[in-house]
């Protein structure tokens, strides 16, 4: 009887086990706005089935040789403020959905961050005293709010390969401050050099990588697309020895989607549903089985969700377009 009882106990440990390591970070990237929220703009991230959400705040620069960050001004956009981010975080509590805060930077004019870089000691010294500054009040936050997840920065690879004892020790800081889950999100083909893996929890991938050159791209023509950088994802998880996360994830509703997913040009207002529910579903087929990957965060989602997206936005959003059904049935999976 006694061995029997060891078995069954032993039997649902192991079940257990296994439905924890199963379960994917099914997350939305929750874009800041000018108002506070409520629960009406919580419900629409829990019928997609979420279990995750990226809160945003955001510090800016004024150009990519600027040092000075300026953050939690009266001037910002109340989602992009320190009392912003606790608000959102404190109503995506109260529906049981995870968070990973994720302070960026902006540059003004919507210069690429990965860019920014200094011209001389002196100013790579005043930014790195004004990124510590803006990160670490939220690290401080992330330990107030308990989140599950933080990041300690996006897409910031000309700083990173300046600097990177600079980075080395500020995980070292942000850890005295925050207990939790640690990534950092690099652009897609950033990852591969990024020098701290082993200080984090995550490997975070912006994943913007290009599967297909055509303007109604297929599904497995997408699923071909994936087969070099899976591989290569695989291989950079495996070496570090830690789980893949996208920290952010997502296609354009436009015409070649699949071609060049970074981009955010106006110019390309072409609508096509189909070309942004082929990838999405291909990076589903392709990833979310994996036990080396740790899940992501569709790019991204608006609080006012009845007036997000739609029939004629060609943008990122899955809302209220097609894709939406799709995400809806891939985070209802376990």
């Given amino acids: 009887m006694k061995i029997n009882k060891l078995l069954i106990v032993f039997s649902v440990l192991l079940l257990q ?43 800016f620069i004024k150009n990519l040789n600027h040092p000075d960050i300026v953050f939690n001004t009266n001037r910002q956009w109340f989602g992009e403020t320190k009392e912003g981010a606790k608000q959102y975080i404190e109503e995506l509590y109260k529906s049981n959905i995870k968070v990973m805060l994720k302070p960026q930077i902006w540059v003004w004019h919507g210069e690429f961050t990965g860019y920014i870089e200094m011209k001389n000691k002196t100013d790579w010294s005043v930014l790195e005293t004004s990124y510590s500054k803006f990160i670490l009040e939220y690290a401080q936050l992330a330990q107030e709010m ?38 950092y999100a690099a652009n897609w083909n950033e990852f591969r050099r990024t020098p701290f893996w082993n200080d984090l929890d ?12 055509s303007k109604t791209p297929t599904f497995n023509e997408c699923l071909k697309g994936w087969k070099t950088h899976v591989q290569t994802i695989s291989e950079i998880s495996n070496k570090n020895k830690k789980p893949i996360l996208f920290t952010e994830f997502g296609y354009r509703s436009v015409d070649y989607s699949g071609k060049e997913p970074w981009k955010s040009d106006r110019s390309m207002y072409q609508v096509n549903f189909e070309a942004q529910t082929n990838t999405t579903k291909a990076l589903f087929e392709t990833f979310w089985k994996e036990d080396w990957f740790a899940g992501g965060f569709i790019w991204k989602w608006f609080h006012n969700h009845s007036k997000s997206g739609g029939d004629n936005n060609s943008q990122f959003t899955p809302q209220n377009k097609p894709v939406e059904a799709l995400i809806r049935k891939q985070y209802h999976l376990k």
Avoid at 146 to 161: A, M, P, R, S, Y
């Fill in 202 to 213: 995550y490997i975070g991938v912006d994943a913007y990588f290009p599967v297909s050159h």
């Fill in 17 to 59: 086990s296994c439905t924890s390591q199963s379960k994917k970070i099914n997350g939305i990237s929750f874009v800041a706005s000018r108002e506070a929220v409520n629960q009406s703009h919580i419900k629409p991230v829990v019928n997609l089935n979420a279990n995750y959400a990226a809160v945003m705040p955001f510090g």
């Fill in 146 to 183: 308990k989140v599950d997840i933080f990041c300690i920065g996006t897409e910031l690879e000309k700083f990173i390969e300046n600097r990177p004892n600079y980075w080395k020790k500020l995980i070292v800081k942000v850890k005295k401050i925050y207990k939790g889950k640690l990534t």
